[in-house]
């Protein structure tokens, strides 16, 4: 008899506040929750909930260590890295919606595989076509009438031609009639590319006149299958000649539809700068951040090392920026995560990360959302 009282008044929440709990629940847990019942494990493969869970995700680094193989999710909130075994040889990623497009070798030939490190699975895609390794630039993104239907375009970037769109839904390589405007240089697009919003993103620059050169961003619509000029120069004087020397100049994106970037010149002040919605119909910089001092981190670019990439922390105002540092004494590249604010400059080492000095022992970090975005079937 006190057993049924007790039952009776046991709460029983309503399920919709319930799914509202469960968007707030780290992705790998939820991974682990989807057997309790079916009701929950039709909830976490409806496309409704993956995406607006993926929509209120936090920014993460997943990093590529060379040097022992190694593919490392560093999460800021546990301090803790987690290490994915039994991931093929990547050499280069673009991440769109949690989804990782991975440029792996084998030999000397380049595959490319789709890969959701939450879920652990891995989609591999035939080229149609060979390139050469160093020439081809990849994007990734999505058809904005279906966000489903992710895309992935290449190009040779030495030659400007051969585009082609891969579509996950239909399997299938076309060529496209799309290039490149021919006085227009991508800047270091193997390593500064964004995917945003279903659109890829890169630093580029063209000459307009006989000294001047322009720095601007230029973007491919994978609507339209286009390359696009948002119209938006960087917003500071610099020279083209300087970007890989004295200044660090890195893309990203805020809020999910602005770019944002974020600029140091000659070990000086760090600025950043936003935009407004790319999508609107005049797209324009504003200074978001501006960090001056005696102790600021050199933010640099360290060839077959470290490149230097960040996010924007929406609660704090805060720049999370992952970067290369040299140390003399063990002669090593330790790898330090910075959070940079107004006021404060904070350091972490991430022990597990850094390696020894050595051609070719590439140690790259990207921005990261993890999401239970499936692969293609």
Not at 48 to 71: P, T
Not at 245 to 265: E, K, M, P
Request: with cysteine; proline share 4%; charged share 20%.
């Amino acid at each position: 008899m006190a057993s049924s009282k007790l039952s009776k008044r046991s709460p029983v929440l309503p399920f919709e506040l319930v799914e509202e709990i469960l968007y707030r629940i780290p992705h790998g847990s939820l991974v682990r929750f989807k057997s309790i019942c079916k009701q929950w494990y039709s909830l976490f493969n409806d496309k409704r909930f993956i995406y607006k869970h993926l929509d209120l995700s936090r920014e993460q680094f997943i990093q590529l260590a060379h040097h022992n193989e190694s593919v490392n999710l560093f999460n800021l909130e546990t301090q803790a890295p987690s290490r994915f075994q039994g991931t093929p040889e990547i050499r280069r990623m673009i991440h769109c919606d949690g989804l990782l497009l991975c440029q792996c070798l084998e030999g000397d030939t380049s595959k490319l595989v789709i890969w959701n490190p939450v879920l652990r699975r891995f989609y591999w895609i035939e080229p149609s076509r060979q390139f050469e390794r160093y020439s081809v630039v990849y994007g990734f993104g999505y058809d904005n009438v279906s966000r489903e239907n992710y895309k992935i375009m290449r190009f040779n970037v030495m030659k400007n031609s051969g585009l082609e769109i891969y579509e996950c839904k239909s399997k299938l390589w076309r060529s496209v009639d799309a290039a490149l405007d021919s006085c227009v240089k991508l800047w270091s697009p193997h390593y500064q590319s964004l995917s945003m919003n279903g659109n890829m993103y890169w630093i580029a620059h063209r000459k307009k006149g006989n000294l001047e050169t322009e720095i601007f961003v230029q973007s491919f619509d994978f609507t339209a299958e286009t390359f696009k000029d948002i119209g938006c120069g960087v917003p500071f004087e610099t020279e083209c000649t300087s970007l890989c020397r004295a200044s660090t100049l890195v893309l990203s994106s805020f809020g999910g539809d602005r770019l944002s970037l974020l600029h140091q010149h000659k070990r000086v002040d760090i600025e950043l700068w936003t935009t407004n919605k790319v999508t609107d119909e005049v797209v324009c910089w504003s200074k978001y951040l501006n960090v001056s001092g005696p102790d600021l981190p050199i933010l640099h670019y360290a060839p077959y090392y470290n490149f230097p990439t960040y996010f924007i922390d929406h609660k704090t105002s805060t720049i999370i920026a992952w970067c290369g540092e040299f140390n003399a004494t063990k002669n090593y590249i330790d790898v330090i995560i910075y959070e940079i604010s107004d006021g404060e400059i904070k350091k972490q080492v991430v022990e597990v990360a850094g390696h020894r000095l050595g051609y070719g022992c590439h140690n790259l970090c990207y921005v990261y959302v993890p999401s239970l975005v499936r692969l293609p079937e």
